[in-house]
Structures are given as structure tokens and as C-alpha cells.
């Protein structure tokens, strides 16, 4: 079982800058590919971006302004966001699945494990 705890959420100006990092527990952390999600209120869960157990292989919903990335050896994946607009305001959750080495997916049903998520907030 992985344990996920997101941290750097906060306010911010639009066109402003966050970064969002998640901690994850247990020594399996490198097993599992990893992805960032939002929730707006009154919105669905949405897909943000994703990265492969190999560190290498991303997907996003916006490669223009976020960028993920992982550190296996401190079981870390990092969120970050530039030029925030105000449709960016959501709850941000990490979440960790069981995928193929390379693979990397925006499908939610494919992570087995998810964090309590972090607010962001951008004012405009």
C-alpha cells in the first residue's frame, strides 16, 4: 500500500507560479507510475498530467505550462505550474497506479492509490 501526501498548494496571482510536490510512503514507490488530477467545484476529477515508472515518459492535459517529474530515490513527485489562470483553481491530487514500466495513462481508474489533494487557489 502507498500513502500519498501533497504539499505547496496555496494562493496565487494569475500568472503566477506553484509547485506542487507529493511524498509518497514505502519503499515501492519506483513500481508505480504517477499522475497529478484536479476537481474544481462542481466539476469532475480532471486529468493534469502523468509520468511513467521510468522517470522518462509524461503526458499532459497542458505540456505549455506544467511539468511533472519524479525523484525515485526520494519518493517524490513534483508538480510544477507557471502562468496559473484563474481556471486553474481546483484541488490538486496526486495519485500512484500500477502500470507498465514506460506507460503513462490520464485514465483515473487507473491509479489504485490518491492523496488527500492540495488547494490551489488563483486570483485574478
Known amino acids: 500500500q502507498v500513502q500519498l501526501v501533497e504539499s505547496g498548494g496555496g494562493l496565487v496571482q494569475a500568472g503566477g507560479s506553484l509547485r506542487l510536490s507529493c511524498a509518497a510512503s514505502?519503499?515501492?514507490?519506483?513500481?508505480?507510475?504517477m499522475g497529478w488530477f484536479r476537481q474544481a467545484p462542481g466539476k469532475d476529477r480532471e486529468f493534469v498530467a502523468a509520468?511513467?515508472?521510468?522517470?522518462?515518459n509524461t503526458y499532459y492535459a497542458d505540456s505549455n505550462r506544467f511539468t511533472i517529474s519524479r525523484d525515485n530515490a526520494k519518493n517524490t513527485v513534483d508538480l510544477q505550474m507557471n502562468s496559473l489562470k484563474p481556471e486553474d483553481t481546483a484541488v490538486y491530487y496526486c495519485?500512484?497506479?500500477?502500470?507498465?514500466?514506460?506507460?503513462?495513462?490520464?485514465?483515473?481508474?487507473?491509479?489504485?492509490?490518491w492523496g488527500r489533494g492540495t488547494q490551489v487557489t488563483v486570483s485574478s
Open positions: 514505502g519503499r515501492t514507490f519506483s513500481t508505480y507510475a
Open positions: 509520468i511513467a515508472r521510468n522517470g522518462i
Open positions: 495519485a500512484a497506479g500500477r502500470q507498465d514500466y514506460g506507460l503513462v495513462t490520464s485514465t483515473s481508474y487507473a491509479y489504485d492509490y
